[in-house]
């Protein structure tokens, strides 16, 4: 082993200089700025989280001991924009986003377009109302207040009339966007929640006392808005309609945007918002079922050219008729992902049913909607009508009405207003649905609460004929706006990169040497797709528009089997492959408890400064994810063993995260699945099925040597500065002195039980694991801040192995649930997994899967 010793060290040493990591959960210096300004902000009616008061101590402490504390301290949750803070308005508890604009800018001039005394009077006027503008003492900034809001897609659609309700504002809003993405949509969602949800943990209360829980859509319904203008465009109604070019949006640039000519930007926003539809509910990964009444629209919407697309005009009946013929049956089935698991349907269509029933019963949805205005409201007469319920709104006081006259068909609400929206910002407030003479024509089945929009149907003719009708400001606007819109012209994103034009000039010699890659990358390869803006877009769907992930990484076929293989670049000069190899010779291949990567072949590359290091193709761990504790408790075991050969061979990893785990799971899968898309097959013929764990036990591996030093067992065991490893960075790395890294990787895999299965991730808002408080004394012990009080691998493998001993067979086999799992839909997963185990039982299958022997 230490014959490689003197060669590691001499290419490994130099990299180990570097900058060291600082206290993460101080304030960094865009909060330092905002904490500047906390008395300022007080003064003018807005309250920070105590985070950034002057004076703040953190709960958890700066030093070392205790530092990650903050992962479950409220104060040591930072604002993920450094442009954007969140605050409580004091007069009413509200709260509001403040965001940092530079005045030479003019993105105040452009938020408050629509929220002057002028238009917040006019009722047609749903635009987002800027509820302040602070001038900064410092004179070149401003600050714009509005309300915090949060995802459209956060919580999930429960049925397939909330979507359509969220579909049915956006296909109304007839507006120059530019970039009408799900990205750029927003929803504005206090009614559904028992209590304030926080800014930064959505999924945990403002006061961090428990998770913010909620009621459906159905129940009691968002509103939804368009948001971020920056790149909206306003047309002077005396000049022809400008051309603009084309911008990526949502991840998808439009056909026309391929071509390095302007183009109607009307056009564009209808294929952004129909490809929006097919992208997120109809074809892409994986899509919502019980949409297909969309697609014939759809498809008018995202044809390649841009002159034979309808225009909003015309997409707007074409889509309310179609939502007339849907039965109201359809409207209240379950939003459910096309790739769910098959039998847990019947079981979640069963609960789906029982609460649809009493919605139906207690009479959700059968009211109509009252206009919002800043600061007021205006009421519609409505014949007959009764109160249903009233809502105080910091900003507005929403009234929610039932009709007795209303005309119930098929559970929608009709509108006869149409809106358009030209520009919107990230937090906004909100308006409801109206009806034109202000009465309810039908009860609703879909979510009846409306996206706040700027002009009614009247407004949308006259601005489709003028270019928009708000011109009072056109020349300030477009002297702000005008720069900002020259930039790059987008290429086709299908085509070859540059990375991938070196795999493809190294085609030949790679089949030389018995390895064969996908067809996109053979010498000639012509797209199935073509790569003209004819048919662009049905790359999304094609086998050989799949992109790797990764530059240096591309996955092959060994010729003599169909073995998948993954071949990395490497520099000679770093020496990676010399690590690489370390634990693959034969020597240690015949170790059971060699649990690292094995490379296959170390290729050289003919251009004499590179070596492709060729390994078997392998998978996430969490996926497919665990079924049962056992299941887990076969992957720990591995890596607990796998670090443990590793130090007993002298060597640190340095970076056990989850990030550098990986499964090999060829036995579980019944055809090969695709490296790319890993839920589809290699040969794009379907879905990628597999078995269980239990039933196809995998192999886990260590992976990722990058960070990893070997030591000279002759000398003294050296140290090193702890790094971040998985967003994570030990006590001892927040320290700048040199610490014993085998204590580390103690620490970090402790830390990796503990972030998985015990408490979960805060940050990446992973709840924990069910059923594993068995591991939490040993963790507790890896995970102490004092690295000398740790126990080394050699005494955390016999500990490890001595619980597990105690643990009984049916908590092995029990379900391993989210801790955050739905409750009612709890028994019918337990029913079907009672079922599973006495399956796999049957079958002999022991608790704690174990894959049979490499040799």
Same mark, same amino acid.
Request: proline residues 7%; positive net charge.
């Given at each position: 082993?230490?014959?490689?010793?003197?060669?590691?060290?001499?290419?490994?040493?130099?990299?180990?200089?570097?900058?060291?990591?600082?206290?993460?959960?101080?304030?960094?210096?865009?909060? @330092?700025?905002?904490?500047?300004?906390?008395?300022?902000?007080?003064?003018?009616?807005?309250?920070?989280?105590?985070?950034?008061?002057? *004076?703040?101590?953190?709960?958890?402490?700066?030093?070392?001991?205790?530092?990650?504390?903050?992962?479950?301290?409220?104060?040591?949750?930072?604002?993920?924009?450094?442009?954007?803070?969140?605050?409580?308005?004091?007069?009413?508890?509200?709260?509001?986003?403040?965001?940092?604009?530079?005045?030479?800018?003019?993105?105040?001039?452009?938020?408050?377009?629509? &929220?002057?005394?002028?238009?917040? &009077?006019?009722?047609?006027?749903?635009?987002?109302?800027?509820?302040?503008?602070?001038?900064?003492?410092?004179?070149?900034?401003?600050?714009?207040?509005?309300?915090?809001?949060?995802?459209?897609?956060?919580?999930?659609?429960?049925?397939?009339?909330?979507?359509?309700?969220?579909?049915?504002?956006?296909?109304?809003?007839?507006?120059?966007?530019?970039?009408?993405?799900?990205? %750029?949509?927003?929803?504005?969602?206090?009614? +559904? /929640?028992?209590?304030?949800?926080?800014?930064?943990?959505?999924?945990?209360?403002?006061?961090?006392?428990?998770?913010?829980?909620?009621?459906?859509?159905?129940?009691?319904?968002?509103?939804?808005?368009?948001?971020?203008?920056?790149?909206?465009?306003?047309?002077?109604?005396?000049?022809?309609?400008?051309?603009?070019?084309?911008?990526?949006?949502?991840?998808?640039?439009?056909?026309?945007?391929?071509?390095?000519?302007?183009?109607?930007?009307?056009?564009?926003?209808?294929?952004?918002?129909?490809?929006?539809?097919?992208?997120?509910?109809?074809?892409?990964?994986?899509?919502?079922?019980?949409?297909?009444?969309?697609?014939?629209?759809?498809?008018?919407?995202?044809?390649?050219?841009?002159?034979?697309?309808?225009?909003?005009?015309?997409?707007?009946?074409?889509?309310?008729?179609?939502?007339?013929?849907?039965?109201?049956?359809?409207?209240?089935?379950?939003?459910?992902?096309?790739?769910?698991?098959?039998?847990?349907?019947?079981?979640?269509?069963?609960?789906?049913? #029982?609460?649809?029933?009493?919605?139906?019963?207690?009479?959700?949805?059968?009211?109509?909607?009252?206009?919002?205005?800043?600061?007021?409201?205006?009421?519609? *007469?409505?014949?007959?009508?009764?109160?249903?319920?009233?809502?105080?709104?910091?900003?507005?006081?929403?009234?929610?009405?039932?009709?007795?006259?209303?005309?119930?068909?098929?559970?929608?609400?009709?509108?006869?207003?149409?809106?358009?929206?030209?520009? #919107?910002?990230?937090?906004?407030?909100?308006?409801?649905?109206?009806?034109?003479?202000?009465?309810?024509?039908?009860?609703?089945?879909?979510?009846?609460?409306?996206?706040?929009?700027?002009?009614?149907?009247?407004?949308?003719?006259?601005?489709?004929?003028? %270019?928009?009708?708000?011109?009072?400001?056109?020349?300030?606007?477009?002297?702000?706006?005008?720069? =900002?819109?020259?930039?790059?012209?987008? &290429?086709?994103?299908?085509?070859?990169?540059?990375?991938?034009?070196?795999?493809?000039?190294?085609?030949?010699?790679?089949?030389?040497?018995?390895?064969?890659?996908?067809?996109?990358?053979?010498?000639?390869?012509?797209?199935?797709?073509?790569?003209?803006?004819?048919?662009? /877009?049905?790359?999304?769907?094609?086998?050989?528009?799949?992109?790797?992930?990764?530059?240096?990484?591309?996955?092959?076929?060994?010729?003599?089997?169909?073995?998948?293989? !993954?071949?990395?670049?490497?520099?000679?000069?770093?020496?990676?492959?010399?690590?690489?190899?370390?634990?693959?010779?034969? !020597?240690? %291949?015949?170790?059971?408890?060699?649990?690292?990567?094995?490379?296959?072949?170390?290729?050289?590359?003919?251009?004499?400064?590179?070596?492709?290091?060729?390994?078997?193709? +392998?998978?996430?761990?969490?996926?497919?994810?665990?079924?049962?504790?056992?299941?887990?408790?076969?992957?720990?075991?591995?890596?607990?063993?796998?670090?443990?050969?590793?130090?007993?061979? %002298?060597?640190?990893?340095?970076?056990?995260?989850?990030?550098?785990?990986?499964?090999?799971?060829?036995?579980?899968?019944?055809?090969?699945?695709?490296?790319?898309?890993?839920?589809?097959?290699?040969?794009?013929?379907?879905?990628?099925?597999?078995?269980?764990?239990?039933?196809?036990?995998?192999?886990?591996? =260590?992976?990722?040597?990058?960070?990893?030093?070997?030591?000279?067992?002759?000398?003294?065991?050296?140290?090193?500065?702890?790094?971040?490893?998985?967003?994570?960075?030990?006590? @001892?790395?927040?320290?700048?002195?040199?610490?014993?890294?085998?204590?580390?990787?103690?620490?970090?895999?402790?830390?990796?039980?503990?972030?998985?299965?015990?408490?979960?991730?805060?940050?990446? @808002?992973?709840?924990?694991?069910?059923?594993?408080?068995?591991?939490?004394?040993?963790?507790?012990?890896?995970?102490?801040?004092?690295?000398?009080?740790?126990?080394?691998?050699?005494?955390?493998?016999?500990?490890?192995?001595?619980?597990?001993?105690?643990?009984?067979?049916?908590?092995?086999?029990?379900? !391993?649930?989210?801790?955050?799992?739905?409750?009612?839909?709890?028994?019918?997963?337990?029913?079907?997994?009672?079922?599973?185990?006495?399956?796999?039982?049957?079958?002999?299958?022991? !608790?704690?899967?174990?894959?049979?022997?490499?040799?």
């Amino acid at each position: 082993m230490v014959n490689n010793y003197s060669h590691v060290e001499e290419v490994i040493g130099p990299l180990r200089q570097g900058p060291r990591r600082l206290d993460l959960y101080a304030l960094s210096e865009s909060e @330092e700025w905002w904490a500047g300004h906390f008395g300022y902000l007080k003064e003018r009616g807005y309250m920070m989280r105590p985070r950034y008061r002057p *004076g703040w101590k953190p709960s958890y402490g700066h030093d070392p001991r205790g530092i990650y504390k903050n992962m479950f301290a409220e104060d040591g949750q930072h604002s993920v924009h450094s442009a954007i803070m969140d605050a409580l308005r004091i007069s009413d508890s509200l709260v509001v986003a403040m965001k940092r604009v530079e005045i030479s800018t003019g993105e105040d001039q452009i938020a408050t377009l629509f &929220s002057d005394d002028a238009h917040n &009077s006019d009722p047609r006027n749903h635009s987002v109302r800027i509820i302040e503008v602070l001038p900064v003492p410092e004179g070149n900034e401003k600050i714009l207040v509005m309300a915090w809001m949060r995802e459209v897609m956060d919580p999930r659609f429960r049925t397939v009339g909330e979507a359509v309700h969220f579909l049915k504002e956006m296909v109304e809003f007839a507006f120059p966007s530019r970039d009408c993405s799900m990205n %750029n949509m927003a929803m504005e969602a206090n009614a +559904m /929640y028992t209590r304030q949800y926080h800014p930064v943990r959505p999924k945990k209360r403002y006061d961090w006392s428990g998770r913010a829980l909620h009621h459906s859509r159905t129940r009691c319904p968002p509103r939804y808005y368009l948001i971020d203008f920056g790149q909206s465009r306003m047309y002077d109604p005396s000049q022809p309609r400008g051309t603009e070019y084309a911008l990526r949006s949502g991840g998808y640039t439009p056909p026309e945007g391929l071509a390095d000519t302007p183009c109607d930007p009307f056009a564009t926003d209808v294929f952004l918002l129909g490809n929006l539809m097919r992208t997120t509910f109809l074809d892409v990964q994986p899509g919502i079922s019980g949409f297909e009444f969309l697609r014939p629209l759809v498809k008018d919407m995202v044809v390649d050219d841009p002159s034979k697309r309808p225009t909003m005009d015309e997409v707007m009946p074409r889509f309310s008729a179609i939502i007339d013929k849907v039965p109201w049956w359809k409207l209240r089935a379950r939003a459910a992902k096309k790739d769910e698991f098959l039998l847990l349907k019947p079981f979640r269509a069963v609960y789906h049913w #029982a609460g649809r029933g009493r919605c139906i019963y207690s009479g959700c949805h059968f009211f109509s909607v009252a206009l919002v205005q800043l600061g007021s409201t205006v009421r519609w *007469g409505l014949q007959n009508h009764h109160q249903f319920s009233v809502r105080q709104n910091s900003i507005a006081t929403p009234y929610f009405w039932c009709s007795k006259d209303s005309k119930i068909d098929k559970g929608i609400t009709r509108s006869t207003s149409r809106c358009l929206l030209t520009f #919107a910002l990230p937090k906004v407030v909100h308006c409801l649905e109206r009806t034109v003479d202000g009465q309810v024509n039908r009860a609703s089945a879909i979510a009846p609460a409306s996206i706040s929009l700027i002009f009614d149907i009247k407004t949308v003719e006259r601005s489709r004929n003028t %270019n928009i009708a708000v011109v009072d400001r056109y020349h300030h606007f477009e002297e702000v706006i005008g720069p =900002l819109r020259r930039g790059s012209r987008r &290429s086709n994103i299908y085509a070859l990169d540059t990375s991938e034009e070196w795999w493809v000039g190294h085609f030949e010699y790679l089949r030389e040497r018995g390895y064969m890659m996908r067809p996109r990358y053979h010498p000639g390869w012509k797209p199935s797709y073509n790569q003209d803006l004819r048919g662009i /877009y049905k790359g999304m769907f094609a086998e050989d528009s799949q992109i790797m992930v990764h530059s240096a990484i591309m996955d092959a076929r060994r010729i003599s089997d169909s073995l998948v293989v !993954a071949m990395k670049r490497v520099k000679i000069s770093t020496g990676e492959d010399q690590i690489a190899t370390l634990f693959s010779d034969d !020597a240690h %291949n015949s170790d059971p408890h060699n649990h690292c990567v094995r490379i296959i072949e170390v290729l050289p590359v003919p251009e004499g400064n590179e070596k492709i290091l060729v390994m078997t193709w +392998m998978r996430e761990v969490m996926d497919p994810r665990f079924r049962t504790v056992g299941e887990a408790v076969q992957f720990l075991k591995e890596m607990v063993e796998g670090l443990q050969y590793m130090h007993q061979n %002298n060597v640190a990893h340095r970076d056990c995260s989850m990030n550098n785990m990986a499964m090999e799971a060829n036995a579980m899968y019944t055809r090969q699945y695709h490296p790319v898309r890993p839920k589809k097959r290699y040969d794009w013929s379907g879905r990628a099925l597999h078995h269980s764990r239990t039933r196809c036990p995998p192999r886990y591996y =260590l992976i990722d040597f990058g960070q990893s030093r070997m030591y000279d067992p002759s000398q003294p065991r050296g140290t090193e500065y702890a790094l971040r490893s998985g967003g994570y960075t030990p006590p @001892e790395g927040l320290a700048d002195t040199p610490c014993d890294p085998f204590a580390t990787d103690v620490f970090l895999l402790g830390n990796l039980i503990r972030t998985t299965f015990l408490d979960g991730d805060t940050w990446m @808002e992973e709840p924990g694991i069910s059923g594993f408080e068995f591991l939490r004394p040993l963790v507790k012990d890896m995970v102490v801040d004092d690295p000398s009080k740790r126990p080394s691998m050699d005494e955390v493998v016999p500990r490890f192995s001595a619980i597990i001993d105690k643990v009984p067979w049916w908590k092995l086999r029990a379900r !391993a649930a989210k801790k955050d799992e739905f409750p009612s839909g709890t028994p019918f997963r337990a029913v079907y997994h009672v079922f599973w185990t006495v399956s796999m039982m049957l079958l002999l299958k022991p !608790a704690i899967p174990s894959p049979k022997p490499l040799h």
